[in-house]
């Protein structure tokens, strides 16, 4: 599968000039070009000088398929989170909003523009700690549907896998997106099945995780 996704990032890669307008897929209507599976000039250049050649021409590779599974997951999960009234909550977002403030948030005060300067960041925050927390609650509401192994990273992020995996499945299903490269949509399922972040879990030990009451408050302590 290595080959493939390199093949088709070559191929992406070529595409971005040429033909760069033509839809490779549809999500909830919207088309994505091959030239939205583009790094951007910037990120090109920092990946170039960050990483070593092997690991930039790994990167390159993973880039298509990475960026296609971004662009269609997002709108569908958040879909399901406007369903499913998954949003972060003011109350959820309090104790990582505490914790923020006791670890550092109030650098700011100290700074040039004072009380704007804090506001800002805590702006940033707040949709940096909604993001953990929803990935945290859709997880959840996934997994006890679909089951599966669960992916988590240092932050607190969660990814159900598998549980992931099956609902795209049934959104293609029921017509929600397509991909109209076959190599690309290979490359997709490829990229949306294998584990993520710092972790993997079990089944047994994402249901233990899942089922604790302080769940969404564990990275927290």
Request: aromatic fraction near 10%; glycine fraction near 6%.
């Amino acid at each position: 599968m290595k080959f493939t996704i390199a093949a088709v990032a070559a191929s992406v890669g070529l595409c971005c000039v040429v033909d760069a307008e033509e839809p490779i897929a549809v999500v909830l209507s919207r088309e994505i070009c091959r030239a939205d599976l583009c790094p951007s000039e910037r990120e090109t250049v920092w990946r170039k000088a960050d990483l070593s050649p092997n690991e930039y021409e790994e990167w390159q590779a993973a880039y298509p398929a990475e960026k296609l599974a971004a662009l269609i997951k997002g709108p569908l999960l958040e879909k399901y989170k406007q369903e499913k009234g998954l949003a972060a909550t003011e109350a959820e977002l309090a104790p990582y909003l505490k914790k923020w403030r006791h670890s550092g948030g109030k650098a700011a005060e100290a700074s040039p523009g004072g009380a704007e300067s804090k506001k800002a960041e805590r702006v940033v925050a707040k949709k940096f700690f909604a993001s953990i927390v929803e990935s945290r609650k859709i997880g959840k509401s996934l997994f006890e549907k679909y089951g599966g192994r669960v992916s988590i990273s240092s932050f607190g992020f969660v990814v159900p896998i598998d549980a992931e995996t099956r609902f795209l499945r049934e959104k293609m299903k029921e017509g929600a997106f397509s991909i109209l490269d076959g190599q690309m949509e290979k490359a997709f399922w490829a990229h949306v099945s294998k584990p993520w972040g710092d972790g993997t879990l079990t089944e047994e030990r994402a249901k233990e995780m899942f089922s604790s009451p302080d769940y969404l408050l564990q990275l927290t302590e």
